[in-house]
């Protein structure tokens, strides 16, 4: 292993970037100067930033550095898609912890240039620093949008639809599974025993979305190809339960989804059977998901329903009526959402 003080920073910053061409038009000049120079002619610009902290958001004794690259790149371009916009740009600011190494940090760049290649996105700056209290990643994401065609969260209306894309909770019950095996590992390790490798036969889709989300870049596209234009839209990062919140508030409406209709995974519904969890509460609060919640007029049901890997969950309606889930069966009991997923403000168990 190569120690990164053995290259320096700039050494490093070389190494990371050299042979990085650029793919969009609307790069002008990337990496190599004191700014990246950008033309983006008669359409909106977007720009989201995201921050991963080490211990908060990954934990490196079961993330690879590669899908630690991968995901950091996801979650920018997620925020991009959920305002209809395209990824362009990124830039990718570092603090390195003392544990790292040239290799970490190689294969860390791997992951990112991997996300960047396939959604056509240029690694454009950053900077990196030392850190001595483990490793932190910010990433800022440039996109555009065609003019007025951004999609915002205050858009929706007391009629619409409320629609998701994929399944949800699977993110969740993959970090129990990891932190489980994490904690038997360390307990061996601790009383002298050969630690066991962990087997996830049988759960390999929970451990991929945690450690490998997807943006959902091809939802939007479809809406797109389908001409339905969302009035509202978020990307589920903070579990689904606060991100209805969200479009609520901003949008001034209450809501009302069904629980039969919230898409799970069969590996999620079994992981929560074996934890002795309530399926449906991994799903409405389990963060990471990074699937698109949006919503589309009353008119578009049977075109919105008909798109692949879409699924209508419930509808707005008027804010006195307040937010609320709907049981299974008839007769069925209702509840007041409330927001209980992932706070950034404390360390949680219910997101990475």
């Not at 969260?153 to 998701?164: H, N, P, Q």
């Not at 870049?217 to 919140?245: F, K, Q, Y």
Request: proline residues 2%; contains cysteine; glycine residues 10%.
């Amino acid at each position: 292993m190569t120690e990164i003080s053995e290259l320096g920073e700039f050494g490093l910053i070389r190494r990371l970037t050299e042979g990085h061409e650029t793919v969009q038009s609307s790069t002008r000049l990337g990496v190599g100067d004191d700014c990246a120079v950008l033309s983006y002619p008669d359409s909106d610009i977007v720009v989201t930033t995201d921050m991963l902290m080490e211990g908060i958001h990954f934990d490196l004794q079961y993330t690879p550095m590669k899908h630690l690259g991968y995901k950091s790149a996801m979650v920018n371009f997620s925020d991009i898609y959920a305002m209809n916009g395209r990824p362009r740009q990124l830039t990718v600011s570092i603090a390195i912890g003392r544990r790292a190494t040239v290799e970490m940090m190689d294969d860390f760049y791997a992951g990112l240039r991997l996300a960047c290649s396939r959604h056509g996105v240029d690694i454009v700056g950053g900077d990196t620093t030392s850190s001595l209290t483990g490793m932190a990643v910010s990433l800022t994401c440039i996109g555009n949008v065609a003019t007025g065609e951004a999609v915002r969260r205050d858009g929706a209306k007391e009629t619409d639809i409320i629609c998701v894309s994929g399944d949800l909770g699977a993110a969740y019950m993959g970090l129990r599974l990891m932190e489980r095996e994490k904690e038997i590992f360390n307990r061996q390790r601790e009383e002298g025993m050969e630690a066991a490798q962990p087997d996830f036969a049988g759960r390999e889709y929970l451990v991929e979305r945690l450690l490998k989300p997807e943006a959902r870049r091809d939802i939007v596209e479809r809406l797109a190809e389908a001409g339905i234009r969302p009035t509202s839209m978020i990307d589920i990062s903070d579990g689904l339960s606060s991100e209805l919140l969200h479009l609520c508030t901003q949008s001034h409406t209450g809501c009302r989804i069904y629980e039969e209709r919230i898409p799970i995974d069969y590996q999620t519904a079994a992981a929560a059977e074996e934890f002795n969890l309530n399926v449906t509460t991994c799903a409405m609060n389990g963060g990471e998901d990074y699937e698109l919640l949006f919503t589309v007029p009353l008119s578009e049901h049977d075109r919105v329903a008909a798109l692949d890997d879409v699924h209508v969950v419930g509808h707005m309606q008027r804010e006195a009526l307040g937010c609320v889930l709907v049981g299974r069966g008839d007769g069925a009991e209702e509840f007041e959402i409330k927001a209980q997923g992932w706070n950034h403000a404390e360390k949680s168990g219910t997101e990475a």
